[in-house]
């Protein structure tokens, strides 16, 4: 479910699991995430990951359209592993 399921010929960065996108060795250095979190973000601003390295789910309903998703989003993850950070 959560084993990388395109081809390195299709793409170097995005990786995608089943129904979700995760995080591997080869897109580790776009986002605050570890190795092994799954993520998937949606219309009007929804975005949810899971990261079980850190035991942590995070949310973020904004329901706001045109969507300011990339912006928004990118702040609250590093502010989110700031905060759990030691």
Known sequence: ML????S????????FCLG???ETSKN???SPF??????W????ATLYWADP?????ALLYLQI????????ANKYKILTYQAITD
Do not use: R, Y
């Open 41 to 44: 973000g949606g219309a009007f």
């Open 53 to 57: 390295k850190e035991k942590l789910v």
């Open 20 to 22: 979700f996108g995760v």
């Open 3 to 6: 084993t990388n399921q395109l």
């Open 65 to 72: 359209v045109p969507n300011p998703q990339s912006e928004i």
């Open 28 to 30: 580790d250095h776009l």
């Open 34 to 39: 570890t190795i092994g979190s799954f993520t």
């Open 8 to 15: 390195d010929k299709i793409t170097d960065t995005s990786q």
